[in-house]
């Protein structure tokens, strides 16, 4: 068992979610990577929030100095956002030869170049929350030249152009999303697409190896946009998404930020709402998306653990994650006795009677019909007779279907398809 | 920089697909991970393939045995597939102290257990090829407990069932996929699920830390459906997939793969033809896709060298993985000077000669018209006109548009968006 101190600076919605899930889930965490997350430190200019996370007196501060310079502390965790004092706690720390973890879009996008040189910044939590795309480029494409790179990442944005979809203009759009905590009093930075050129000049740094700065980029945002463009547009094929385009051909380098019409086939235009996706075409493994909520203090904060579980076995050295082990009891479940529901493919003779004598059979095992459909008419014939029922056991349903399969009106081995509702 | 020895065993398409990339982007791969690949050993039964691939005879042999004894050699490739000589091989390169790099779903699903316990394997590349979904539940997701995981995992089963969808029944879908490389000429492990199943057990081993074997779920194919049922399914809101499903509920694990119908609104109804794609659902993150194409040499062969050097880093310690440094001359695109398409919605009066005189306008910047769609009608008032260009500059664009809008026939100013076709 290996020991690491950690240091956390900010409690907002991100720094409290990685207090939370550090405190509930330490020892599975320390199973799954023999590591064991310590938080000796915990910082934030309101000393009200210590109460409400249970945070002891002893290692609140208000003061992010004891953080940086506590030598128990290895890892600092900075979640204040923003550019000022971000920048200096960051500097600080990495003179200080700590490791750190943020979730700090704008600062990197501004001052990536110059803080990754002075030491190990890990930063999966910049970019799309929980969905490890930081992970996906720079380590499980290692193989790959990146081409393309598509990507719907502000989730206030989408969530209004979903909105608009459906009627909304703007103005009533962006009200419902701020009503539903997806957009702030604010909005700017994310409706005029700044937040999500933040993201493309980290995606660019992982996919192309460059860092370029927002206000070098084309960005454009989405408050011009009336429904009918985006009813238009479909009307053409497409639908409008905010998006954040990178391309590479050769040694010119495409970077921009704005509304755009994308084809409806497209794998990105299904994002609705205030999910993320990135569409990623690597040379070797060609178009690859991940999709997931971009934002959220327990997302964020999962891509933070991840982070803190990363750079403590880096600094720690030699050792790598591990496969949590299972409760003791658990156990498979008998696949016969899962309550699901059932699409039922009848080939019946198609006459007077047919049904009720089925439906009778189904009822004495105890399954209820939820809906029939017998689509074809040949009377006298043999037609496809397809029944969805309510929940039941497979194990009674094989009976059922056993015994229907004997009837003399049933012309063909009756097809189940089980139905999944996730 | 350091070196580390590899030796390959088996050069079907993944292997010949891994020794390629080696060759070609050895040096990339040394900038993004400080380590240098170096293959000190390739075998294969068939002596023929060495010249095809331009492998020196001095480090080709047909004996595995060679390979596993090479001292040089730190980490082996095992890319032969099925279960005999794969588990000697694996077994006894372990005993040795060499690292494992397999994409053998298979033997894993068999004999993970057994054969995890004996030392360090990467099996990035066992499940759905160049989609990192190892990493991400084993790395990404370590803050979360996993609940569910959902996924279309199999290509073939998946090609077969869109093909059905447009009309074609079972057995001509089956050839069409054998006619394109997408389906075996013995196609059982496919389309009877036992391919998903073996994927399935690795998953669950992951995401719920158990190794349960294949014979002990749920396993049925698609071999029985009609295209009859795909389009009733679809009349009730439904697509039918191939899924594999694993929940866990308090201490009962339910693992299963068989043909579902899953709602249209779902993520993963619309990964179609030869694609896969992987539904996760952790306590943090919430729900996350990941898509990507499951098989084929190259994307297959991309997992492959992620492991490599995950495996490379792991046996040499202390580094990690860098950016790639961009060429010297990448330079940042003009971004008014890109040919793309546009969407563009004038506000003009709805009296004659106003298109002409628009379209005069854009004729004279080189700019040609796709299609036009003026929806409504209101004689003397202003109304939106729609049209849709084809490729133009930016540049172009914006010069005819502030002429256009100085026209007395244009109500409100022009508004244009991007087309983006990937």
């Known amino acids: 068992m290996k020991e690491i101190g950690i240091g956390i600076i900010g409690l907002g919605t991100v720094g409290s979610g990685v207090w939370e899930i550090i405190r509930q889930k330490g020892k599975e965490l320390l199973a799954r990577s023999d590591v064991e997350l310590q938080v000796l430190r915990v910082c934030d200019k ?10 002891s007196g002893s290692i609140f ?20 956002g923003g550019m000022h004092p971000a920048k200096e706690i960051i500097t600080s720390a990495l003179q200080e030869g700590k490791y750190i973890v943020t ?66 203009d703007y103005k009533e759009a962006l009200q419902e999303a701020q009503e539903k905590g997806f957009a702030e009093a604010d909005p700017t930075l994310d409706v005029e697409g700044w937040d999500s050129a ?28 009336m429904p009918g463009d985006i009813e238009y547009a479909r009307q053409l094929g497409y639908t ?17 930020v704005h509304p755009a019409l994308l ?8 994002v609705k709402g205030e999910f993320n996706a990135l569409f990623i075409k690597g040379d070797e493994v060609g178009e690859i998306t991940l999709q997931g909520k971009g934002a959220g203090s327990r997302p964020t904060a999962s891509a933070v653990v991840s982070d803190l579980v990363e750079a403590a076995l880096f600094n720690l050295k030699g050792t790598t994650h591990a496969i949590l082990p299972p409760s003791a009891s658990l156990r498979l479940a008998d696949a016969q006795n ?29 399954i209820s019909i939820a809906s029939v459909v017998q689509i074809e008419r040949k009377e006298g014939e043999a037609v496809p007779i397809i029944m969805m029922t309510h929940e039941a056991r497979e194990r009674n349903l094989k009976e059922a279907l056993s015994e229907i399969d004997k009837l003399s009106i049933i012309k063909k081995e009756t097809l189940f398809i089980r139905v999944e509702n996730f």
Chains 1, 2 share one sequence.
């Open 198 to 225: 933040y993201k493309l000049s980290i995606l660019a740094y992982l996919s192309f190896g460059v860092w370029i700065k927002p206000e070098d980029m084309l960005v454009e945002g989405i408050s011009k946009l």
């Open 46 to 55: 309101d000393s009200t929030r210590k109460e409400a996370l249970g945070i």
């Open 103 to 168: 979730a700090n879009k704008a600062l990197l996008a501004a001052c990536g170049e110059e803080l990754l040189g002075k030491g190990e910044i890990f930063f999966e939590a910049s970019v799309m929350g929980g969905v490890p795309v930081v992970k996906t480029i720079k380590e499980g494409l290692v193989a790959n030249r990146i081409e393309k790179i598509l990507g719907v990442i502000n989730g206030t944005a989408n969530y209004i152009l979903t909105s608009m979809e459906k009627g909304s």
């Open 263 to 270: 084809p409806l086939s497209h794998s990105l235009s299904g």
């Open 240 to 256: 409008v998404k905010l998006l954040a385009i990178g391309k590479k051909k050769g040694d010119l380098l495409e970077l921009r």
């Open 338 to 366: 899962l309550p699901l529901r059932y699409y039922i493919r009848f080939t019946a003779l198609d006459k007077p009677g047919v049904l009720s004598r089925i439906a009778g059979v189904l009822g004495e095992k105890g």
């Open 61 to 80: 501060t208000d003061s992010w100095e004891k953080v940086v310079r506590d030598p128990r502390v290895s890892i600092v965790v900075e979640l204040i």
